[in-house]
C-alpha cells in the first residue's frame, strides 16, 4: 500500500543549523547595504545645502545611538565582504589550463584590492579635507 | 520551461555585491563613524567641495543603484523564503519598484547639486 | 568492551498503519568499526524484520543509504557509531522528500528533475560508430568532471532549503548535471538545455545556501556549479537580447 507521507517544513528552518543561521544573516547584510546607500544619498544632499547643514547633520550622526548602529552596519557589511569573497572562486574560477587557480589565491587577491582601495579612499579623503 | 528573465535583476545584483563587498567597508568606517566622532578632521567647506566634486557624486549614484538593487534582490528571496510564499509577486515589485526609485532619487541629489 | 550499547532512535511510518510517523527506539550493540548502516542491519536481522530501508554498496558509491543522522544529510555507509557514541543516534529518511515507509524515501520527483536538464550529450550531427569516439582534450575535460561525479544519493536536496520551500525547484544534483552538460565540449544541446537550467525553477530558485556542497560525500560542489550556471545564463540572456536571431 503506498500513502507517501509528506513532513511539514518549520518556518524556523534557518535556526536549525549554524550554516542556515549563517546564510540568514549574511542575505540580512543587504539592509545594512541598502541603508548605507540611503544615508550616502542623504550625506551628499545635506552637502548640497551647504557646509552648515553639513555639518549639524555630521553633529547629530556623532550621537552614540548612531555610531552604535552604524558599528552594527559595519559588522554586517564585514560579513557581505567576507562571504562574497569566498564564494568569488566559485561562481567564477580561475583556470590555467588543466589547473584550476586555488580558491585561496583569489580569495586574498581580493581583499588586497580591497585592502588597496580602502587606502586610496581614505587617503582621497583626508587629503582633499 | 522557458528561460527566465532573471538575468536583468540578477546582473544588477552581482554588480552591487562586488562593489559593495570592495568599498563599503571603508565607506562607512570613514564616512559615518570616523569622520563624526572627528577621527578623520574635515573642514565643512572643503568637505562640502568633496562631497560635490562630479567624480563624488558620479560614485555616490552608482553606489545607490547598483546597492539598493543588491539590497532589494535579497530582501526579495529571503522575504519570501522566511515564508510569505503567497505573496511573491507584490513582493517582487515592492523590492525592485523601492529600488529603482531610490536610484532616482539618488540620480536628482548628485544632478541638482 | 563487547557488553556496550547504542541508542538508535529511527523515526517509523508503516502507511497500512500509522497515520504519522513515530520514533522507535532500538538498543544495538556498539562496535568502533560500526557504520550507521551495520545498526540497521543489525536491527533488521536480529531485533525488527520489518524496519525498512535502502541500501546496496556500503562503501559510499552507489548513493542508496543517504538519511538523515542527528539531523544532517549523511550516507549511513559511512558514517561511524564512534562519531556520537555514547550519545543516542537519531535516524529519519531524508528531508524535503516525502516517506514511502520507514526510512525509504519517495524518489520520484528527485528522478523527473533529473529529466529535465536532459542529462546526455546531445549532437546535431551523429557520428557513425567506425569513426571513432569524439576527442577531448584533459583541459576541455577538467572544465565538467567535478560535476560529473555525482551518485545521485539525494543528501543535497535534504540540505537544500529551497528545495523545501519550493519543491518545483529542480535542485542542486539535477542542476550540477545539466551544466555538466552545458560545460562539455562534445555537447551541441546548449540551446534545449538552457530552457531548464536557466528557467524559473533552474539555477534562478538557487539562493546559494551553499549547504549542498557542504553534505555532498562526492565534493561534486553542486553550489558551485549552479552560481556558474548563473553567470552562463546571464552571459547567453544578453547575447540573445543584443544579437538577433540567426546571427548567434
Request: aromatic residues 12%; hydrophobic residues 45%; proline residues 6%.
Amino acid at each position: 500500500m503506498r500513502r507517501p507521507y509528506r513532513r511539514p517544513m518549520p518556518k524556523t528552518w534557518w535556526l536549525k543549523h549554524p550554516h542556515y543561521t549563517l546564510f540568514m544573516l549574511r542575505e540580512l547584510s543587504a539592509v545594512f547595504v541598502i541603508y548605507f546607500a540611503l544615508w550616502t544619498v542623504c550625506l551628499v544632499q545635506r552637502a548640497g545645502q551647504g557646509a552648515e547643514a553639513l555639518s549639524r547633520f555630521l553633529q547629530t550622526m556623532k550621537g552614540p545611538g548612531w555610531i552604535l548602529w552604524h558599528l552594527i552596519g559595519l559588522a554586517f557589511v564585514l560579513l557581505h565582504t567576507y562571504t562574497w569573497f569566498a564564494t568569488a572562486p566559485k561562481v567564477m574560477p580561475v583556470r590555467r589550463g588543466a589547473e584550476k587557480v586555488p580558491d585561496g589565491v583569489i580569495i586574498a587577491a581580493q581583499w588586497i584590492v580591497l585592502l588597496i582601495v580602502s587606502v586610496i579612499f581614505v587617503v582621497l579623503l583626508a587629503a582633499t579635507t | 520551461m522557458a528561460r527566465s528573465n532573471e538575468p536583468a535583476v540578477w546582473s544588477l545584483f552581482a554588480g552591487g555585491g562586488a562593489l559593495t563587498a570592495l568599498i563599503l567597508p571603508v565607506h562607512a568606517l570613514a564616512l559615518t563613524i570616523l569622520l563624526p566622532l572627528g577621527v578623520i578632521e574635515a573642514d565643512s567647506e572643503k568637505l562640502v567641495a568633496f562631497l560635490g566634486h562630479p567624480l563624488f557624486r558620479l560614485y555616490m549614484f552608482v553606489l545607490a543603484l547598483l546597492g539598493l538593487f543588491h539590497g532589494a534582490h535579497r530582501l526579495r528571496f529571503t522575504l519570501i523564503d522566511l515564508g510569505l510564499h503567497a505573496l511573491a509577486t507584490p513582493i517582487t515589485w515592492l523590492c525592485y519598484g523601492g529600488a529603482t526609485i531610490g536610484s532616482l532619487v539618488a540620480l536628482w541629489v548628485a544632478v541638482s547639486f | 568492551m563487547a557488553d556496550e550499547t547504542i541508542i538508535l532512535r529511527v523515526l517509523r511510518y508503516r502507511p497500512e498503519q500509522d497515520s504519522e510517523p513515530t520514533f522507535q527506539e532500538y538498543e544495538v550493540p556498539y562496535r568502533k568499526d560500526w557504520v550507521v548502516l551495520d545498526a540497521l542491519n543489525w536491527i533488521k536481522e536480529y531485533k525488527d524484520g520489518t524496519l525498512s530501508f535502502r541500501w546496496s554498496c556500503r562503501m559510499g558509491v552507489c548513493g542508496s543509504c543517504g538519511m538523515m543522522v542527528n539531523g544532517r544529510a549523511r550516507l549511513t555507509c559511512n558514517t561511524f557509531l564512534r562519531e556520537f557514541y555514547p550519545n543516542p543516534i537519531t535516524v529519519e529518511p531524508l528531508v524535503n522528500f516525502d516517506i514511502e515507509r520507514d526510512l525509504v524515501i519517495c524518489m520520484d520527483p528527485f528522478i523527473e528533475k533529473l529529466k529535465r536538464v536532459k542529462p546526455w550529450i546531445i549532437r546535431e550531427d551523429v557520428k557513425p560508430v567506425e569513426d571513432g569516439p569524439y576527442e577531448q582534450s584533459p583541459a576541455e575535460l577538467y572544465r565538467y568532471k567535478q560535476f560529473s561525479m555525482c551518485i545521485n544519493c539525494m543528501l543535497c536536496y535534504a540540505a537544500c532549503p529551497v528545495v523545501g520551500l519550493h519543491p518545483e525547484f529542480i535542485g542542486p544534483a539535477a542542476l550540477a548535471l545539466g551544466i555538466r552538460y552545458l560545460l562539455d565540449s562534445r555537447d551541441q544541446g546548449w540551446d534545449e538545455r538552457m530552457e531548464e537550467v536557466a528557467s524559473h525553477d533552474g539555477v534562478w530558485g538557487c539562493t546559494f545556501v551553499g549547504e549542498c556542497s557542504e553534505v555532498c560525500p562526492k565534493h561534486v560542489d553542486p553550489a558551485a556549479a549552479i552560481q556558474q550556471g548563473k553567470v552562463m545564463a546571464t552571459l547567453d540572456w544578453f547575447k540573445r537580447l543584443l544579437m538577433p536571431r540567426g546571427q548567434r
